[in-house]
C-alpha cells in the first residue's frame, strides 16, 4: 500500500532558499523534517541508491494543515505538481529449501503415479520377442477356434435345410414348397446362428 511519493520540482523549489514556502513561516519541525526527507536517498531493489526524494503522506498532510490554518493562497495541488505517488518494490522472501526440496520430490511421486495409470495396460514384453511361440500359440488357438465355429454354423444351417425338407413331406407334396419351406427354416437358424457368434465375438474382444 502507498504511503509516500515521490516529490517533484515544484515541491523542491518552494521548500529551498526563497521558494514559495518561505513565507508561509512553516513550524520549524515541520520544516526540518520535510527538508531531511528530500536529503534523504532511497535504496532501489537492486541495492543501489536512487536520487529520487521520497516524501511521506503524513508530512504532507501537516503541510496541508498548516497551509488552511494561515488561509494560504498557495494550493498544495499546485505544490505537488509533477509529484508522482511512490510504490517501492517488493522484495520477495527466499523461498525455504526444505520446502523447495519437498515440492520437487511430491512433483516427482506424482510423475510416477500418472506413468504407472498411463502405462498399467502396457505389456512388459520386449519388442525383440514379438512373435515367439506363444504368441503363435495363440494365434493358432484363435484360427482354430474361428474354424470350428464357422463349420458348426455350416452343419447346423445345413441340418436344418435337409430335417426341415424331410419333414415337410408329410405337409407339402410339391417339391418347390418343401424346398421354400426348407431355405425359410434354414435361414432362421442362420441368422440365430450368427446372432449368437457376434455377441460371443464381441465378449471375447471386450475382454483386457
Known amino acids: 500500500m502507498a504511503s509516500s511519493l515521490l516529490a517533484g520540482e515544484r515541491l523542491v523549489r518552494a521548500l529551498g532558499p526563497g521558494g514559495e514556502l518561505e513565507s508561509e ?15 534523504k536517498k532511497t535504496t532501489g531493489g537492486s541495492g543501489t541508491l536512487d536520487s529520487r526524494r521520497v516524501v511521506s503522506f503524513r508530512l504532507i498532510r501537516d503541510l496541508h494543515k498548516h497551509l488552511r490554518e494561515r488561509d494560504s493562497t498557495l494550493y498544495l495541488h499546485e505544490l505537488l505538481e509533477g509529484s ?3 510504490l517501492p518494490e517488493v522484495v520477495k522472501p527466499p523461498r525455504n529449501p526444505e520446502l523447495v526440496a519437498r515440492l520437487e520430490k511430491i512433483k516427482i ?3 510416477n503415479e500418472e506413468y504407472k495409470r498411463i502405462t498399467r495396460n502396457v505389456t512388459c514384453q520386449d519388442s525383440r520377442y514379438v512373435g515367439t511361440l506363444s504368441d503363435l500359440g495363440k494365434q493358432v488357438r484363435t484360427v482354430k477356434s474361428l474354424v470350428i465355429t464357422i463349420f458348426n454354423f455350416i452343419v447346423t444351417v445345413a441340418a436344418a435345410f435337409v430335417c426341415t425338407y424331410l ?27 450368427l ?3 457376434v455377441r460371443v465375438m464381441e465378449g471375447e474382444l471386450g475382454e483386457p
Open 109 to 111: 511421486q506424482l510423475a
Open 195 to 197: 446372432y449368437v457368434m
Open 84 to 86: 508522482e505517488i511512490y
Open 25 to 39: 513561516q512553516l513550524p520549524r519541525k515541520l520544516r526540518e523534517q520535510l527538508e531531511a526527507a528530500l536529503r
Open 167 to 193: 419333414g415337410s413331406q408329410y405337409i407339402f407334396t410339391e417339391m418347390a414348397s418343401r424346398v421354400l419351406a426348407a431355405l425359410i427354416v434354414a435361414s432362421v437358424v442362420g441368422l440365430a446362428e
